[in-house]
Each structure stands twice: as structure tokens, then as C-alpha cells.
């Protein structure tokens, strides 16, 4: 099965950025809806980007309330990875962040995620 790793979190301050990247080890292009996802401490995990790979190039993306408008997901199917730019950092998006595929496909084994902490 796909194994994905999860990279460029980091200890960030109220209003700064992040590049999370989500590198899988096989191809994800037949996996058309994928995720990013978070789980706070003491919290369940929850999604909060998705992407739909459509015709070629063509995708449709969306966010849940809490980040639309601060964040972006992207992928690149040639090289397996999926991407999500945080821009405007709140302490409340403070979490381990995954990637995966979302339903209908069936979720993948998940990664170790990657931390991201918004403190001052």
C-alpha cells in the first residue's frame, strides 16, 4: 500500500507561514479526492482541506470554515505529493497535521504527520 510522510511543520508565530508537504511512496494519481487533516491535543481529527483531481490538470479544492481563506491545497501528481500553504497562523491551528485520501476512496495507512505549533 502508499505509504505517506508528511514534512515542513514547525513552530511558527501568530501570522506567519508554513509549507506542509505530503510525499507518498507510489503514485496517487488514480486517488482523486485527498485531504490534509489535523488533530489537536485532546481533540478529534478533522479535515481540513480537500482536493479533487478532475481532467488533467483540473481540480476543485475545499476548506473547512475554520481555515478558508488561509489556507491552499495543492498537488502535484507527477511527483506524488500534496502540498497545503498556511498563511495567517492562529494559535488555534496548532496540531499534528496528516495527509490522506478522503471517501469515497478508502483511507491509506496513515503517515506520522507533522507538527505545526503557532505560539508567540
Known amino acids: 500500500q502508499v505509504q505517506l510522510v508528511e514534512s515542513g511543520g514547525g513552530l511558527v508565530q501568530p501570522g506567519g507561514s508554513l509549507r506542509l508537504s505530503c510525499a507518498a511512496s507510489?503514485?496517487?494519481?488514480?486517488?482523486?479526492?485527498m485531504g490534509w487533516y489535523r488533530q489537536a491535543p485532546g481533540k478529534e481529527r478533522e479535515l481540513v482541506a480537500g482536493?479533487?483531481?478532475?481532467?488533467?490538470?483540473?481540480?476543485?479544492?475545499s476548506y473547512a470554515d475554520s481555515v478558508k481563506g488561509r489556507f491552499t491545497i495543492s498537488r502535484d501528481n507527477a511527483k506524488n505529493t500534496v502540498y497545503l500553504q498556511m498563511n495567517s497562523l492562529k494559535p488555534e491551528d496548532t496540531a499534528v497535521y496528516y495527509c490522506?485520501?478522503?471517501?469515497?476512496?478508502?483511507?491509506?495507512?496513515w503517515g506520522q504527520g507533522t507538527q505545526v505549533t503557532v505560539s508567540s
Open positions: 490522506n485520501a478522503r471517501p469515497p476512496f478508502a483511507l491509506l495507512n
Open positions: 507510489g503514485s496517487i494519481a488514480s486517488i482523486r479526492h
Open positions: 482536493i479533487t483531481t478532475g481532467t488533467l490538470t483540473n481540480y476543485a479544492a
